[in-house]
């Protein structure tokens, strides 16, 4: 990655026609992790998430429960608005697509793109699917909601999505990681490929509810148009300080249903009003519960995010997700498996490393450890040095967005310390001086491993720093290969007593 020192990452902005579920708490989750790894490196990171709130779905949906949408809308986005703050996750603009800037901005970027000739009034006839917001040219079923599609015949103004197609498959060739995983990116090149593109249709008369088109009040500009502007308007005015210095390093998390919005229209659609493209579009995959997505439009599938941190703790469910799932493939949830996951990996692995430490420390050195050697033993720099791969490995994974990997490096390296533990069974050690040395080597590898945690468990994370006297949020300082059994950097440690980290569920 190219990275500059600003990021600006980006979850969907989820409809506000019903309730949060698990499947939107995932994305969320992916996203919350990239942003504590950029912050731990050093940049300045904004992350925002909001509610799309316009088009005929919510039109419909609150119209079936007998209420005003302005009402029906509020509430729907506190449900959003909470839920993250509910699950630990921090963010720094939650957007909702019917403030005042947001619809301002959404008419500049259609005066831009009428500027530019890429508008025109023409006359859509197609099947619709109201779930979607989308026209399909195929089939007379929604591929995703299985519900019969709907013919509709308006007029429409049109967006000149065909004139793109080439730059669209030249821009995605030549930049790789422009949309990851690669099976994704395979997918929009060969869809770019396959077929020529037809225009779309920006514009709807077959509702009201929506952001006029300028100079003309009986069509509202298309949802999608509306909904992946709140990029740009979360950060402020088009031609703001935040727009400039921040979008150039967008990267937008995803699930897979809405990649052809974000790799194909938005791209093209930004060209058009004369803006950069994100840096990248990072592509999961769903959760399903017996095989079928969790969705609202099923609701036996429906499964409260926030119940189940009440028995798992927002850092548990989040790290459950980061690494059960390989990024871009979907999983299907069951309960028991989070659990003993969390068990193995939280419980009996991370937090029983640290009482273990933290206990033998405090029997034998209350007082902390000074250490007056220079040099370790060789035994001793043989952990560190495994730790540093570990780290180094870790950051490739995490680059690469291998986030079940880079998961498991951090629980494989808690293992080769509890491994350690068991081979040297320090509580046996006479010496004090050899102890002394391998508990602050210990100590060293630990500050190391809450460095790779840091993004998946940040609240534990925090915790275990207080039990080793360190400060908090961590930072990687320097590329992990430093540390190299140099005990000349800092010698002296302390370690506090602490409650147990994540207790066994
Ligand atoms: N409003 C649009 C997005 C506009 S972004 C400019 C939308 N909203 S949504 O609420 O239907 O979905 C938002 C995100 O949640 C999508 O990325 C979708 O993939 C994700 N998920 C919804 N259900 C999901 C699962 N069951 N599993 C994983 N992610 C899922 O689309």
Known sequence: MNLTSRQYLTTPIYYASGSPHLGHAYTTFVADCYKRYYQAC?????????????GQKIERTSAKNNESTESFIQKRSDEFSRLWIDLGIELDAFQRTSSPEHKSLVVEFWKR???KGDIYKGHYEGLYCVECEQYFTEGDQCPVHRKPLEHYSEESYFFRLSAYQQKLIDHIEKHPDFIVPSTRRNEVL???????????????????????????????????????????????????????EYWPNTTHFIGKDILIFHAVYWP????????????QLVVNGWLTVEGRKISKSDPETIIDPVSLTEITGCDGLKYYFLKAVKLGQDLDFRKDHLIELLNADLANNFGNLFSRFIKLFIKHFPDGIDLDTQILSTANQHILTAVSAKRAAFIRALEKYELSIAARIFIDT??????SFQQREPWKIANREELAEYLWTVHQCLETLTLLGYCFIPGIIENAR?????GNPPVFKEPLGDVNGSAAKKSGVKVRGIESLFPRL
């Open 268 to 279: 093209a659609l930004l060209w058009s009003a004369g803006l950069d493209l994100p840096r």
């Open 190 to 244: 060969s869809f770019l490929k396959s077929s020529g593109l037809h225009d779309l249709s920006i514009s709807r008369t077959s509702t009201r509810w929506g952001i006029q088109v300028p100079d003309d009040s009986r069509h509202v500009i298309y949802v999608w148009i509306d909904a992946l502007a709140a990029y740009l308007s979360a950060l402020g005015p088009l031609d703001g300080k935040e727009i400039e």
């Open 414 to 419: 808690a293992a080769l310390l509890n491994a």
């Open 42 to 54: 050093g940049y300045e990171v904004l992350l925002t998430s909001g509610t799309d709130e316009h």
């Open 466 to 470: 207080g039990g080793l006297n360190l």
């Open 113 to 115: 793109l009428q500027q």
